[in-house]
């Protein structure tokens, strides 16, 4: 076969950087999305009398027709035609002749590539704002479930104040609502139209980008085309939303192994989403939760290499460009799956209430609560804090919890204690005077259901 695009040259190329420079073996996903904007492309031209109507129609007819043979899987890839625009032309020239050599008047693969992904992009967008509406309604599901279940709230990893397992759900549902956010956005800077930048320095045929960017769906066409073909942007910000993504789901992966250890009890995860171990016949290991964590370093990865092809590209178009595909299409791969299976995984979690329970009484979490107490009789804060403090270290002396002492042993603290302390010692009564707005008390909680609920529909 004669050299690609090889006019200019006489000799053949190397095998070796024939294989270095192929990418139709990753890029081949993209043909439905190269052949939506072909179809839109040939269009155009022919309302703009650039190519005969003929043409557009014997154009248009061959390329549906492929890509009924890509959806059937009957294409057949041929690396040496490098990548998915050229193996489409020239199935396309096979079909229809010498018309379908016209199709590319006006445009360059640099434009063609750019649109494709910023169509594709824009699909991958919103499956993943879906796929991140079902994990939050699955969050809330087991939530309002739950809705009465106190748990211990952990600062350093230690004992810190009780809060309800549901206001701790809704942290993770507002981490992923700020997930879904931040794709809509990305969504209006990937729905701009490069087509028609062609190489780099636009076009000198009398196209009509509007109509393309109409066709397509496109929100408005890009304002300048050095920018527009060499423009990753968006793809980096993709990559870092999805890392962003992976690191919610990572935290979270990370107390759900640390709550089904024998350690803490809090959950089950069921069968379906654990394994069991090759040599310990006890074991149930939340490997999907082990697995989602180890995957974020993954899309870490793919987010730091697009930054670093970036990083010393000079204008406009050059081949290091190429490289971009494969660390998005991984990212996104790997975050719609992460997604998928999490929302799975949520409804199988068994709560064990009476684990959660026996471990809100431990840690002396009502210490600030007591110091509140002090502060509501008048005792400044800061002096309310040392004196829950050797209080505390009383009952450490002394094996003591802080529900288990009597009025008299308070008192020998401070005299401002009466029997009303009692009032504030339970997980229940600690939980419910965290009555503002964002706090764990019932009914702000329920109230932030009701919203969240309402924002995921």
Same mark, same amino acid.
């Given at each position: 076969?004669?050299?690609?695009? &090889?006019?200019? $040259? ?24 190269? /052949? ?25 007819? &061959?390329?549906?027709? /492929? ?82 279940? /106190? ?50 320095? &636009? ?37 870092? &939303? ?8 990572? +935290? ?11 350690? $803490? ?32 370093? +993954? ?46 995984? /949520? ?111």
């Amino acid at each position: 076969m004669s050299k690609l695009w &090889g006019g200019r $040259f006489e000799g053949k190329t190397d095998n070796l950087v024939e294989v270095l420079g192929e990418s139709v073996s990753y890029d081949a996903r993209l043909a439905p999305w190269d /052949i939506l904007g072909s179809i839109a492309h040939a269009t155009m031209l022919g309302d703009c009398g650039i190519i005969a109507k003929g043409d557009v129609k014997k154009i248009i007819q &061959g390329l549906r027709a /492929i890509n009924k043979a890509v959806a059937a899987g009957e294409m057949t890839w041929d690396t040496a035609l490098e990548d998915v625009h050229t193996n489409i032309e020239v199935a396309l020239v096979d079909r229809i002749g010498d018309a379908g050599k016209r199709l590319h008047t006006g445009r360059s693969r640099n434009d063609q590539i750019a649109t494709d992904m910023r169509l594709w992009m824009r699909d991958q967008i919103d499956v993943i704002v879906l796929s991140l509406k079902e994990l939050q309604n699955a969050l809330l599901d087991l939530a309002e479930a739950h809705i009465d279940v /106190i748990l211990p709230g952990f600062t350093h990893l230690q004992n810190a104040q009780p809060v309800l397992l549901a206001h701790h759900l809704l942290a993770y549902v507002e981490m992923l609502a700020r997930d879904e956010e931040r794709f809509i956005q990305l969504r209006q800077r990937v729905n701009v139209l490069p087509l028609g930048s062609a190489a780099m320095a &636009g076009t000198p045929y009398p196209i009509d980008r509007k109509q393309v960017a109409t066709l397509l769906g496109f929100d408005s066409i890009s304002r300048n085309s050095m920018d527009a073909v060499s423009d990753r942007d968006h793809m980096i910000e993709f990559c870092s &939303g999805a890392s962003l993504i992976m690191m919610h789901l990572s +935290r979270f992966s990370e107390e759900l192994i640390l709550w089904s250890s024998s350690a $803490f009890g809090f959950v089950e995860i069921g069968d379906a989403f654990t394994t069991g171990s090759s040599i310990m016949p006890q074991k149930k290991n939340p490997d999907v939760a082990e697995l989602v964590r180890g995957k974020t370093g +993954r899309v870490y990865g793919d987010l730091t290499a697009l930054l670093t092809l970036m990083k010393g590209l000079p204008m406009t178009y050059n081949r290091d460009l190429q490289e971009d595909k494969e660390a998005l299409f991984d990212a996104s791969d790997t975050v719609q799956l992460c997604l998928a299976v999490f929302t799975r995984m /949520i409804p199988s979690i068994a709560i064990q209430r009476e684990a959660m329970a026996h471990a809100t009484a431990e840690g002396f979490m009502e210490a600030t609560d007591l110091a509140d107490y002090l502060v509501v009789k008048g005792v400044p804060f800061r002096e309310a804090h040392g004196i829950i403090g050797r209080i505390v270290l009383f009952c450490t002396q002394n094996s003591r919890r802080l529900p288990d002492l009597t009025l008299e042993e308070y008192q020998r603290f401070s005299p401002s204690f009466d029997k009303a302390v009692f009032n504030v010692l339970t997980p229940g009564a600690i939980v419910k005077r965290r009555d503002n707005p964002g706090g764990t008390a019932p009914r702000r909680v329920r109230a932030a259901l009701k919203q969240a609920r309402r924002r995921c529909r």
